[in-house]
């Protein structure tokens, strides 16, 4: 019996010497001082002892428990103190690390360009105007002079919504020239930005959603010749003083005449290259003079008054600017793309 408590009590020894976590160390004193630990049975064993051999393996038996006891105790005293220290040091604070600099949110791109469009067009005179993005067929379509087998009203280009019925995401920023001249007198000067909706599929130049900036001037004396040195500064205010800009004769409902509007190419000025397919100009959109059927059909009469409209896409404005060739690009939320504004 006293050969097994030495053996057990030296083997107890040498694990806590041994031993490198409190984890561990737990453990060791589980398998010897635990309830059914080696050590604990060896104690519960000297009542079965004959009577003149208890008073001496007792004895034996409890300072070996107190020796395993104290070291246990001091090995757990050291260890925790090591491994405060451990955490202390992965805990500390390194005051001379650089600071990380803060993220810095910004306006996207066709926000900023819509801002400079506003701008540009605030200093002739214009000024903003605003209409929702779900309007009626008679602002959308029907007061635009636009009949009723005109290719736009097809099911195809316009999204519709269910209820109420005759409701429909606007296909172009135009019906918010019928919101103003039917709320007020002339003369107009507004420019009214804002998204459009068609049923497009989606391509490098296709978004079924998208922006347009509309311009309206109405007054006695409006002409195309006005139209044409407004977009003339908007153009040179924008895109620098060299750009030009020419008029195609084309056809609009709302418009006559009407034009298609070009710029001339800011990559090769003029001369031709793969962004301008070697023509020398970029198409921006449509313009024209006021079909005097608009005019009838918001109570202006065409007899005094004249005017002049154009339309933007403010994407194209802006791939044309920055040289940009998918128009999926602005709507991706990607920052590699979106930190170059
Ligand atoms: N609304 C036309 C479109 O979306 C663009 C346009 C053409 C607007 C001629 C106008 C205009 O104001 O006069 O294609």
Redo the contacts with the bound molecule.
Sequence with gaps: MEGKLAAIADAAKGAIAACGSLEALEEIRVRYLGRKGELTELLKSVSSLPPEKRAAFGAAANRAKQEVSALLESRKAGLSAESDARRRKADALDVTLPGRRAWVGRRHPLSQLMDEVIEIFHGLGFSVAEGPDCETEWNNFEALNTPRDHPSWNLQDTFYLEKPPNLLMR??T?PV?IRVMESQKPPVRIIAPGRCYRRDAIDASHMPVFY?C???YVDRDASLADLKATLTYFARQLLGEDVKIRFRPHF?P??EP?VEYDFSCVFCQGKGCRVCKQSGWLEI????MVDPNVFNKVGYDPEVYSGY???MGLERVAMLRYGIDDIRLFYQGDLRFLEQF
Aim: zero cysteines; aromatic letters at 16%; a negative charge.
């Design positions: 296909t172009h135009s020239q347009q509309e311009g309206l609009f709302f418009t009407s959109s449509g313009a024209g409209a154009w339309g």
